[in-house]
């Protein structure tokens, strides 16, 4: 769904069409699901919190105002409800005040990705080990980025930080995310954004 189908859904949502509510609902559900289970590891209470937010949408369609954007609109509003939360809160939030021993957040298993040629295992693992250590906010960011999909702007407006904040952390991440996998070309170690893209795709087809 590109961003004019979803800025028209969007629109003749709010004119109370339940068609284009439900089309909305449809695709981004999985997507919101995929993203709030890795924040908060509480499957019903994940559930809970997108239907409530889309009955909430559905309801206040009227007074909404402009939504230029509706992929981080919703990651928005779905990242705001789970961190409201008190239950969620023993979990993820805030994320960038809890320590690592203390939270569940977005930690990634091997058991995840299935197996691929062009990534061996030792290096899927090293991957994932390395993910693993990052702090909180950086794993965030490298799932909206390769999992999602998301812009450097969109990224930065659901985890509220500035854009060029985002970007700049992406080399510092990349250097984190090499320590310790040696049976890798230089060369395509240096494009660790198009290895972690694939790792992440392999996570999409299973």
């Known amino acids: 769904m590109n961003k004019t189908d979803e800025g028209i859904l969007w629109k003749t ?16 559900y999985p997507k919101l699901y995929t993203y709030g289970i890795k924040l908060v590891p ?5 559930r809970d919190q997108i239907q409530d937010l889309f009955i909430s949408i559905w309801q206040n369609r009227e007074g909404l105002g402009e939504v230029s954007n509706v992929k981080a609109y919703l990651f928005i509003s ?27 957040a977005l930690i990634f298993e091997p ?3 299935i197996d691929k040629e062009f990534i061996s295992n030792n290096v899927k693992e090293r991957l994932i080990e390395n993910l693993n250590s990052l702090p ?5 960011i490298i799932f909206l ?12 407006d659901i985890v509220d930080m500035k854009e060029q904040s985002v970007k700049n952390s992406m080399p510092k991440i990349f250097q984190k995310l090499s ?5 890798v070309p230089k060369e395509d170690m240096e494009d660790m954004d198009i290895m972690l893209f694939n790792l992440f795709l392999l996570l999409l087809k299973k």
């Open 179 to 183: 320590v310790g996998i040696t049976d």
């Open 42 to 46: 509480f499957n019903d209470f994940v």
């Open 13 to 28: 949502m709010k004119s109370g069409d339940q068609k284009s509510f439900s089309e909305i609902f449809k695709f981004y």
């Open 136 to 140: 909180v906010i950086q794993r965030e």
């Open 111 to 113: 058991n995840e990705f």
């Open 78 to 104: 779905l990242r705001r409800r789970l961190f409201a939360s008190t239950k969620s809160k023993v979990y993820a939030a805030p994320l960038d005040s809890i320590s690592e021993k203390d939270s569940k």
């Open 145 to 156: 980025r390769f999992y999602n999909r998301l812009t450097y702007k969109e990224i930065s």
